[in-house]
């Protein structure tokens, strides 16, 4: 019967909460924000946020008014939130738009950056038919922006890798 039975990894804990990839991603991620936006934003969405940690920590440390959009509904206690699938259409409704690993709302994300400020940290090709790498699937999504007009800047995460490349954007429009 042993012999049947696999072994298990579970994710890292952190806070009795576990998670896949580096934990340290939520508060670095939220320092960032604060840092870059400071009062500049009050409503964030964080797109495809799971559990809602970073929402949290950005709600927390900031104040921001932050708002989980994630088909999962798998938010912690007291993490505002909307269990539907996040549309670039809905981003008129924040002053910034966060995908910490998006998964499948990567697209919608990126097409968030035509009108709202985005942080954009990609961990899976749900961008492109063809299989891309991380530095591919950047080089990428970064000609979208550039044939788009959409500011942007690259950014490497001080969280582990190899998912920690990212893009802070600004609508074209913005000044």
Not at 55 to 62: C, H, I, V
Request: with cysteine.
């Amino acid at each position: 019967m042993g012999d049947r039975v696999k072994s298990r990894q579970h994710p890292p804990k952190k806070s009795g909460h576990r998670f896949h990839g580096d934990p340290d991603r939520f508060p670095l991620l939220a320092e960032f924000i604060g840092e870059r936006f400071g009062n500049s934003v009050e409503y964030v969405a964080d797109v495809a946020g799971g559990q809602g940690m970073l929402a949290r920590e950005l709600r927390k440390r900031f104040n921001y008014q932050v708002e989980v959009v994630d088909p999962r509904g798998w938010t912690l206690k007291g993490v505002e939130s909307r269990a539907v699938p996040y549309l670039a259409e809905d981003a008129t409704y924040y002053d910034l738009v966060v995908g910490l690993h998006p998964d499948q709302a990567l697209r919608e994300v990126v097409h968030s950056a035509l009108g709202r400020a985005t942080v954009l940290v990609p961990c899976c090709n749900f961008w492109r038919d063809e299989r891309l790498g991380r530095d591919a699937l950047a080089e990428s999504i970064a000609e979208w922006f550039q044939q788009h007009h959409v500011r942007f800047e690259r950014v490497e995460f001080p969280f582990r890798g190899p998912q920690n490349l990212g893009f802070v954007t600004a609508p074209p429009n913005a000044v």
